[in-house]
C-alpha cells in the first residue's frame, strides 16, 4: 500500500493506516509519502497507554487525524499567504493601506478556529478568552470574574495548552 518502507521502525499497519486516513481527508497521491514520513517522526515518540482508556488503534486515529487536519490548515494559510504575496507584489503600498497587519479572510478563520475550541471550554475559561479577546487584562478579568489573578493565570495556561493542541499555536502571544 505504502510507497515508504520503514523497516522495523515502525509497524507497517501504522504507515497505511496514515495513508488510508490522508486519502480520507482528501490528500492527493504525491502529498501521502511526506505527510507519512512527518506523521511516523511524531510516531516515534508515542507511547500508548492502555489506562487511559482508548484503544492504541483509536489513539492513533486520534493523533494522525489531528496531525492531517494542522497539515491541510497550514496548506491553506500556505496558499492564503501566497496569494496576499502576489496581491502585494502587484501593488505593494495599496495592498497594504487596505490590509494592515492579518489579512482579514484569516482573522475570520483564525475567529471561526477560537469560536469552535471556546464552544467547548468550560464557562471560566470562556470568559477569560473573551476577556482577553475584548483587550481585558487578567485584573480585569478576576474583577468581573470575581476570582483571583492567579486563577485567571492558571486559566490562561490552560487556554494556551487547549489552543495549542487545536493547531493555534501561532496566534500565542
Not at 507497517?12 to 493506516?17: H, N, Y
Not at 478556529?113 to 481585558?136: H, K, N, Q, S, T
Not at 489573578?149 to 496566534?171: D, F, M, P, W
Request: contains cysteine.
Amino acid at each position: 500500500m505504502s510507497e515508504n518502507d520503514y523497516g522495523n521502525l515502525i509497524e507497517k499497519w501504522k504507515v497505511d493506516l496514515i495513508e488510508m486516513r490522508a486519502r480520507a481527508m482528501g490528500f492527493s497521491e504525491d502529498e501521502i509519502p511526506d505527510l507519512q514520513q512527518e506523521i511516523v517522526l511524531h510516531l516515534l515518540g508515542f507511547e500508548y497507554d492502555e489506562t487511559l482508556g482508548a484503544t492504541e488503534n483509536t489513539a492513533l486515529h486520534r493523533i494522525i487525524d489531528r496531525k492531517l487536519i494542522n497539515a491541510r490548515r497550514d496548506k491553506k494559510r500556505q496558499v492564503r499567504r501566497l496569494n496576499n504575496e502576489t496581491v502585494s507584489l502587484e501593488d505593494a503600498g495599496a495592498a497594504e493601506r487596505a490590509r494592515p497587519g492579518m489579512p482579514d479572510i484569516e482573522r475570520c478563520e483564525l475567529r471561526l478556529d477560537l469560536d469552535a475550541v471556546m464552544a467547548d471550554l468550560p464557562e471560566l475559561e470562556r470568559a477569560v478568552c473573551e476577556g482577553l479577546l475584548r483587550g481585558d487584562n487578567k485584573t480585569e478579568i478576576a474583577r468581573e470574574q470575581g476570582c483571583s489573578n492567579a486563577n485567571i493565570t492558571k486559566a490562561v495556561r490552560r487556554l494556551r495548552r487547549k489552543l495549542a493542541s487545536h493547531g493555534l499555536h501561532e496566534y500565542l502571544g
